[in-house]
């Protein structure tokens, strides 16, 4: 079935006037945009803000302002001229990596890293010109923009110029020195490798110092004890008028010998005298000596011994006395021997620092090494963007879900 359209519908259609709305984009042909858009437009803004352009920063300071640096090393161990025998116990602390060489080396080591190395240095050289040399990029030389120019300060910088190592296994310790300049790089080293020196000399000094005076205060005391001891001695010799009373009970004991002899020769005199003229007036002569000299032989008994005037207390008080002196003489002789034993080790040095290879003149730089500092720098950036991802994809399946 057919339906006509009414006639005023068709006479308002011939009557349409046409409205020109410009030309149609359906048929427009494209513009093609610039490769970095399409770039832009395809690759994640997250991926070039943690990625991308940190590692376009990173390499042009490393091509384009990192400073070439040149590293001096030097090779020393410390040790002692004599070595003795450790005990138990120390061979368990040598087997754990503790020993006294080990000791000695931190003792050059702590001063490589101090004030007193940066002070010492700073006599000889202007080391914060040397480490902020003309041109040197900011990021490595002293002061970096986020450091205060100051005593603290440069021993800060100096330390990351510096770094000094201990070989267990060798003994040996190993000296970096680096600088924007060999020559600063080469003089650094030897300036610290003779600070480093002088403490262990000073060590030495004081060590042997403290022997020698603690042996000459030994020996000062040994002269005083043996000083009061004669004193007291030659007062009781004066006091008692006896030089040795040893010597003199030795003479009254003599005596009194001799005394004895002759009574006995004067007795035997009578006995012959009595026998052959029982009338003899010689008996009662011979009876007087006789008992004269017995009285002699008990007066000099008593001398000997018999109460507190006697020889005998006065013997044990010179005997004891004497014993005294003989202490005090012998303790004189071994303070003696020990300063002389002092001051001997005191001339003989027992830690001494030995270069085993001296500072190194470098000819070419060691450092920045760019393309292992890049790898790192986008094995770093990678991993970080790696986890944020994996973060942010965790925390929107959980929302989602």
């Known amino acids: 079935m057919i339906r006509r359209m009414p006639e005023q519908s068709l006479n308002r259609m011939s009557d349409a006037k046409l409205t020109y709305l410009g030309p149609d984009k359906t048929t427009q042909p494209l513009v093609t945009d610039p490769l970095w858009r399409k770039f832009w437009n395809r690759t994640s803004k997250s991926f070039l803000i943690v990625v991308c352009i940190p590692m376009l920063l990173a390499t042009l300071y490393y091509y ?9 090393e030097a090779k020393f161990i410390v040790r002692q001229t004599e070595r003795q025998t450790p005990s138990s116990i120390g061979l368990v602390l040598q087997n754990v990596g503790i020993s006294s060489s080990t000791t000695d080396s931190y003792v050059v080591h702590e001063y490589i890293k101090s004030h007193a190395a940066v002070q010492d240095i700073t006599k000889r050289l202007d080391l914060a010109k040397a480490l902020s040399p003309a041109g040197s990029d900011f990021l490595t030389r002293y002061p970096r ?19 000094v190592g201990h070989d267990s296994g060798t003994g040996m310790s190993t000296l970096k020195v680096r600088a ?25 000094t004081r060590a042997n110092q403290g022997a020698i005076d603690e042996a000459e205060k030994n020996l000062a005391e040994a002269e005083a004890k043996l000083a009061q001891a004669q004193t007291v001695l030659s007062n009781f010799r004066n006091q008692e008028r006896i030089i040795d009373p040893a010597r003199s009970a030795g003479e009254g004991s003599e005596m009194v010998g001799e005394l004895m002899a002759t009574i006995a020769e004067m007795k035997a005199e009578r006995a012959q005298i009595a026998q052959q003229a029982p009338q003899s007036p010689l008996l009662a002569t011979l009876d007087s000596r006789i008992a004269a000299y017995q009285q002699q032989v008990e007066a000099e008994r008593s001398k000997l011994a ?12 010179y005997e004891s006395l004497s014993l005294d002196r003989e202490y005090a003489s012998r303790a004189l002789t071994s303070a003696r021997a020990a300063l002389d034993s002092a001051r001997t080790d005191g001339r003989r040095q027992k830690l001494y620092l030995e270069e085993v290879v001296p500072p190194n003149l470098p000819s070419d730089p060691s450092l920045p090494n760019r ?12 991993l970080t963007y790696g986890v944020g991802w994996l973060i942010v994809a965790g925390i929107r399946e959980h929302q989602l879900g």
């Not at 393309?371 to 990678?382: G, M, Q």
Request: proline residues 5%.
């Open 145 to 163: 923009p986020w450091e205060r120019s100051s005593t603290d300060g440069l021993h800060e910088g100096f330390n990351r110029f510096v770094s």
């Open 64 to 72: 384009l302002v990192a400073s070439p640096i040149y590293v001096s």
């Open 180 to 204: 924007f300049n060999p020559r600063d790089a080469q003089l650094i080293a030897n300036e610290l490798l003779k600070g480093g020196e002088q403490v262990v000399n000073r060590l030495n």
């Open 306 to 317: 018999g109460d507190m005037t006697s020889l005998a207390p006065k013997m044990a008080i």
């Open 371 to 382: 393309e292992r500092a890049l790898l790192t720098i986008l094995a770093t950036l990678l």
